[in-house]
């Protein structure tokens, strides 16, 4: 059995060709879409700002083979993002990921301060 890594995924991306219905519908609903709902999660949270409605961002938390690294964290999670934004009918392009390995990640501690 492969070991397997958690990865957090945040997928930007263009709004394009957006149907007028579409466009008001994101408009609406952008309150419950702003810095407040930032959340990594496997079925992945959908942010933007409505003024100019120009980009967004999905966050996700993948989970996958260690070996196949975060270049296939990325690829899972843009693919989830295309699967979603087509269901919801919300055009867009230029989807690109950051990936970070959380199994992997260095913490630094600062130490505590000398009163």
Do not use: C
Not at 8 to 19: A, E, P, S, Y
Not at 82 to 107: N, P, Y
Request: no cysteine; charged share 30%; proline share 3%.
């Amino acid at each position: 059995m492969s070991e397997q890594h958690t990865y957090r995924v945040i997928v930007r991306g263009t709004w394009d060709g957006l149907t007028d219905e579409a466009r008001t519908r994101l408009v609406a609903e952008a309150a419950d879409h702003g810095l407040a709902s930032m959340r990594f999660t496997e079925e992945g949270t959908l942010t933007y700002e409505p003024s100019p409605l120009k980009h967004f961002s999905m966050r996700y938390v993948v989970v996958s083979d260690a070996a196949d690294g975060e270049e296939m964290a990325g690829a899972l999670a843009e693919e989830r993002a295309e699967t979603t934004l087509r269901e919801l009918e919300f055009g867009h392009t230029g989807l690109r990921s950051t990936v970070t390995d959380l199994d992997t990640m260095k913490i630094n501690f600062k130490p505590a301060s000398r009163r």
